[in-house]
Protein backbone atom coordinates (compact mmCIF):
# COMPACT_ATOMS: atom_id res chain seq x y z
CA UNK A 1 0.00 0.00 0.00
CA UNK A 2 1.64 3.42 -1.02
CA UNK A 3 0.60 6.70 0.71
CA UNK A 4 -1.89 7.90 -2.12
CA UNK A 5 -4.07 4.98 -1.36
CA UNK A 6 -4.18 6.08 2.53
CA UNK A 7 -7.62 7.76 1.96
CA UNK A 8 -10.78 5.99 1.54
CA UNK A 9 -12.23 6.01 -2.10
CA UNK A 10 -15.69 7.41 0.12
CA UNK A 11 -16.52 8.67 3.65
CA UNK A 12 -17.61 6.49 6.23
CA UNK A 13 -17.17 2.64 7.57
CA UNK A 14 -17.54 -0.06 5.33
CA UNK A 15 -19.46 -3.21 6.76
CA UNK A 16 -17.57 -5.58 8.75
CA UNK A 17 -14.41 -2.94 9.56
CA UNK A 18 -14.90 -2.43 13.11
CA UNK A 19 -11.55 -3.79 13.65
CA UNK A 20 -7.82 -3.40 12.41
CA UNK A 21 -4.44 -5.42 13.40
CA UNK A 22 -1.99 -3.14 15.58
CA UNK A 23 0.45 -1.51 13.86
CA UNK A 24 3.57 -3.74 14.51
CA UNK A 25 6.37 -1.01 15.60
CA UNK A 26 3.58 0.23 18.68
CA UNK A 27 3.21 -1.26 21.65
CA UNK A 28 -0.63 -2.19 23.15
CA UNK A 29 -0.40 0.98 25.03
CA UNK A 30 0.53 2.64 22.43
CA UNK A 31 -2.07 1.40 19.91
CA UNK A 32 -4.71 1.45 22.77
CA UNK A 33 -4.84 5.03 22.72
CA UNK A 34 -5.14 5.58 19.01
CA UNK A 35 -8.42 4.01 17.55
CA UNK A 36 -10.97 6.94 18.58
CA UNK A 37 -9.00 10.07 18.73
CA UNK A 38 -7.45 9.19 15.05
CA UNK A 39 -10.38 7.85 13.51
CA UNK A 40 -11.74 11.55 14.82
CA UNK A 41 -9.10 13.23 13.98
CA UNK A 42 -9.00 11.61 10.14
CA UNK A 43 -12.59 11.58 9.52
CA UNK A 44 -12.90 15.43 10.60
CA UNK A 45 -10.19 16.29 7.80
CA UNK A 46 -12.08 13.85 5.17
CA UNK A 47 -15.60 15.58 5.96
CA UNK A 48 -13.72 18.97 4.84
CA UNK A 49 -12.56 17.66 2.23
CA UNK A 50 -9.23 19.13 3.33
CA UNK A 51 -6.10 18.90 0.64
CA UNK A 52 -2.75 19.88 -0.41
CA UNK A 53 -1.93 23.36 0.41
CA UNK A 54 -4.70 24.87 2.65
CA UNK A 55 -3.98 26.08 6.03
CA UNK A 56 -5.38 24.45 9.38
CA UNK A 57 -5.79 26.17 12.93
CA UNK A 58 -6.19 23.27 15.61
CA UNK A 59 -7.35 24.71 18.35
CA UNK A 60 -6.95 21.94 21.38
CA UNK A 61 -3.45 21.42 19.36
CA UNK A 62 -2.14 19.01 22.49
CA UNK A 63 -4.64 16.71 23.17
CA UNK A 64 -5.56 13.33 21.84
CA UNK A 65 -7.56 14.33 18.77
CA UNK A 66 -5.24 17.48 18.36
CA UNK A 67 -2.27 15.76 18.52
CA UNK A 68 -3.09 13.99 15.45
CA UNK A 69 -5.08 16.11 13.70
CA UNK A 70 -1.96 18.01 13.45
CA UNK A 71 0.26 15.22 11.99
CA UNK A 72 -2.66 14.07 9.83
CA UNK A 73 -3.04 17.24 8.10
CA UNK A 74 0.94 17.18 7.83
CA UNK A 75 1.96 13.80 6.76
CA UNK A 76 -1.06 12.65 5.10
CA UNK A 77 -3.22 15.97 3.71
CA UNK A 78 -0.22 17.77 2.94
CA UNK A 79 -1.00 20.94 4.73
CA UNK A 80 0.39 23.93 3.43
CA UNK A 81 0.48 25.65 7.19
CA UNK A 82 -0.30 24.19 10.27
CA UNK A 83 -1.03 26.38 13.57
CA UNK A 84 -1.86 24.95 16.35
CA UNK A 85 -3.13 26.89 19.84
CA UNK A 86 -2.12 25.36 23.85
CA UNK A 87 -0.84 26.60 26.87
CA UNK A 88 2.60 27.53 27.20
CA UNK A 89 4.01 24.88 28.30
CA UNK A 90 2.89 22.76 26.01
CA UNK A 91 4.33 24.52 22.75
CA UNK A 92 6.91 23.09 22.58
CA UNK A 93 5.21 19.90 21.58
CA UNK A 94 3.57 21.77 18.49
CA UNK A 95 6.63 22.79 17.12
CA UNK A 96 7.92 18.66 17.30
CA UNK A 97 4.84 17.37 15.62
CA UNK A 98 5.28 19.81 12.92
CA UNK A 99 3.16 23.11 13.80
CA UNK A 100 4.30 26.15 12.04
CA UNK A 101 2.47 28.43 13.86
CA UNK A 102 2.47 27.39 17.78
CA UNK A 103 0.05 29.71 19.80
CA UNK A 104 -0.48 30.32 23.45
CA UNK A 105 -3.82 30.97 23.83
CA UNK A 106 -3.42 32.50 27.33
CA UNK A 107 -1.74 34.95 26.08
CA UNK A 108 -3.15 35.55 22.30
CA UNK A 109 -6.63 35.75 20.84
CA UNK A 110 -6.33 33.38 18.04
CA UNK A 111 -9.96 35.17 16.51
CA UNK A 112 -8.06 38.37 16.39
CA UNK A 113 -5.00 37.27 14.70
CA UNK A 114 -4.34 38.94 11.18
CA UNK A 115 -3.95 35.68 9.39
CA UNK A 116 -6.78 33.95 8.73
CA UNK A 117 -7.26 30.07 7.73
CA UNK A 118 -9.33 27.35 5.43
CA UNK A 119 -10.01 25.08 8.10
CA UNK A 120 -10.41 25.68 11.90
CA UNK A 121 -10.68 22.28 13.44
CA UNK A 122 -11.96 23.06 16.96
CA UNK A 123 -11.89 19.98 19.58
CA UNK A 124 -12.53 22.41 22.84
CA UNK A 125 -16.02 23.81 21.75
CA UNK A 126 -14.63 27.30 20.51
CA UNK A 127 -17.10 27.70 17.30
CA UNK A 128 -17.70 31.20 17.96
CA UNK A 129 -14.18 32.34 18.11
CA UNK A 130 -13.29 30.02 15.27
CA UNK A 131 -15.34 31.20 12.70
CA UNK A 132 -13.84 34.50 13.13
CA UNK A 133 -10.58 33.10 12.40
CA UNK A 134 -11.43 31.78 8.64
CA UNK A 135 -10.98 33.10 5.27
CA UNK A 136 -13.68 34.07 3.25
CA UNK A 137 -15.16 30.79 1.84
CA UNK A 138 -13.05 28.80 5.24
CA UNK A 139 -15.08 25.63 7.14
CA UNK A 140 -15.05 25.37 11.03
CA UNK A 141 -15.24 22.04 12.21
CA UNK A 142 -15.83 20.65 15.77
CA UNK A 143 -16.32 17.70 18.24
CA UNK A 144 -17.42 19.66 21.06
CA UNK A 145 -20.37 21.70 20.13
CA UNK A 146 -22.58 23.05 19.77
CA UNK A 147 -21.89 24.16 16.57
CA UNK A 148 -22.87 27.68 15.58
CA UNK A 149 -23.68 27.57 12.42
CA UNK A 150 -22.01 27.75 9.65
CA UNK A 151 -19.60 25.35 11.70
CA UNK A 152 -19.98 21.76 11.55
CA UNK A 153 -20.37 19.47 13.70
CA UNK A 154 -18.41 15.98 13.43
CA UNK A 155 -20.66 12.81 14.08
CA UNK A 156 -17.91 10.24 14.51
CA UNK A 157 -18.27 6.57 13.25
CA UNK A 158 -16.29 3.48 14.28
CA UNK A 159 -13.98 2.63 11.03
CA UNK A 160 -11.43 0.14 11.31
CA UNK A 161 -10.37 0.46 7.84
CA UNK A 162 -9.23 4.01 8.55
CA UNK A 163 -6.89 2.37 10.84
CA UNK A 164 -5.42 -0.34 8.36
CA UNK A 165 -5.44 2.56 5.46
CA UNK A 166 -3.12 4.94 7.96
CA UNK A 167 -1.10 1.93 9.35
CA UNK A 168 1.80 2.96 6.70
CA UNK A 169 2.18 6.26 8.34
CA UNK A 170 1.90 4.75 11.84
CA UNK A 171 4.67 1.90 11.11
CA UNK A 172 7.10 4.57 9.34
CA UNK A 173 6.89 6.96 11.99
CA UNK A 174 5.36 9.54 10.09
CA UNK A 175 2.51 9.63 12.63
CA UNK A 176 2.99 8.81 16.42
CA UNK A 177 0.26 8.08 18.81
CA UNK A 178 1.51 11.00 22.11
CA UNK A 179 1.52 9.81 25.42
CA UNK A 180 0.83 12.01 28.31
CA UNK A 181 4.59 11.52 30.24
CA UNK A 182 2.09 9.97 33.42
CA UNK A 183 0.92 7.10 31.25
CA UNK A 184 0.04 4.44 31.29
CA UNK A 185 -1.53 4.41 34.84
CA UNK A 186 -2.25 0.88 36.36
CA UNK A 187 -5.65 -0.16 36.21
CA UNK A 188 -5.74 0.44 40.41
CA UNK A 189 -5.29 4.44 40.17
CA UNK A 190 -7.84 4.57 37.16
CA UNK A 191 -9.64 7.38 39.82
CA UNK A 192 -6.82 9.33 39.93
CA UNK A 193 -6.12 9.00 35.90
CA UNK A 194 -9.41 10.59 35.70
CA UNK A 195 -8.98 13.09 38.10
CA UNK A 196 -5.61 14.46 36.13
CA UNK A 197 -7.59 14.45 32.69
CA UNK A 198 -10.05 16.75 34.54
CA UNK A 199 -7.19 18.98 35.46
CA UNK A 200 -6.49 19.87 31.34
CA UNK A 201 -2.82 19.41 32.29
CA UNK A 202 -2.45 16.44 30.21
CA UNK A 203 -0.74 16.11 26.81
CA UNK A 204 -1.77 13.75 23.97
CA UNK A 205 -3.90 10.55 25.56
CA UNK A 206 -4.12 8.95 29.13
CA UNK A 207 -3.65 5.13 28.69
CA UNK A 208 -5.38 2.38 31.49
CA UNK A 209 -2.61 -0.42 31.13
CA UNK A 210 -2.78 -3.45 32.19
CA UNK A 211 -6.42 -4.00 32.44
CA UNK A 212 -6.55 -7.21 34.87
Excluded at 60 to 78: E, N, Y
Excluded at 158 to 181: A, R, T
Amino acid sequence: MNEETARPSEYGPKPNTARAHKPSNLSFAEAANLPAAIITAYQGLERLQFSAGKSILVLGGAGGVGTLIIQLAKQVFGAGKVAAAASAGKLELLRKLGVDLPIDYTKENFQELPEKFDVVYDTVGETEKALKAIKEGGQVITIAGPAIPPAIFLFVLSDGGVLEKLKPYLESGKVKPVLDPKSPFPFSKAIEAFSYLKTNRAIGKLVIHPIP
